[in-house]
């Protein structure tokens, strides 16, 4: 069974920085496509960063261009979600999720194949 393990979230202050990973454990000799959600309290889940499979593909959603950076370590199965210039507004909780597919580009879609437990980010102002 394949699991997904966020870990890195805390409480930072506005403008700072805060990085998150993901590492996969379950089944082997699978590369899947990856991603990182976040849902805000009373909001819905939305798509913040993805990353294809060989790491040469990369998604970031506006609210988070040019502050968040997505990147992955196949050889540790584990991705990371590097977070500065935080803002109140990048409070969530904060899900990676995999996709088991042959595409070689980005998947960030809700109907992702396996999903971690989150990550808890609070940024105060």
């Known amino acids: 069974q394949v699991q997904l393990v966020e870990s890195g979230g805390k409480l930072v202050q506005a403008g700072g920085s805060l990085s998150l990973s993901c590492t996969v454990s379950?089944?082997?000799?699978?590369?899947?496509?990856m991603a990182w959600f976040r849902q805000a309290p009373g909001k819905e889940r939305e798509s913040v960063a993805a990353?294809?499979?060989?790491?040469?593909?990369?998604y970031y959603a506006d609210s988070v261009k040019g502050r968040f950076t997505i990147s992955r370590d196949n050889a540790k199965n584990t991705i990371y979600l590097q977070m500065n210039n935080l803002k109140p507004e990048d409070t969530a909780v904060y899900y990676c999720?995999?996709?088991?597919?042959?595409?070689?580009?980005?998947?960030?879609?809700?109907?992702?194949?396996?999903w971690g437990k989150g990550t808890l980010v609070t940024v105060s102002s």
């Open positions: 999720a995999a996709k088991a597919t042959y595409y070689t580009g980005t998947y960030y879609y809700d109907n992702m194949d396996y």
């Open positions: 379950g089944r082997t000799g699978v590369t899947y496509a």
């Open positions: 990353i294809s499979r060989s790491g040469q593909t990369t």
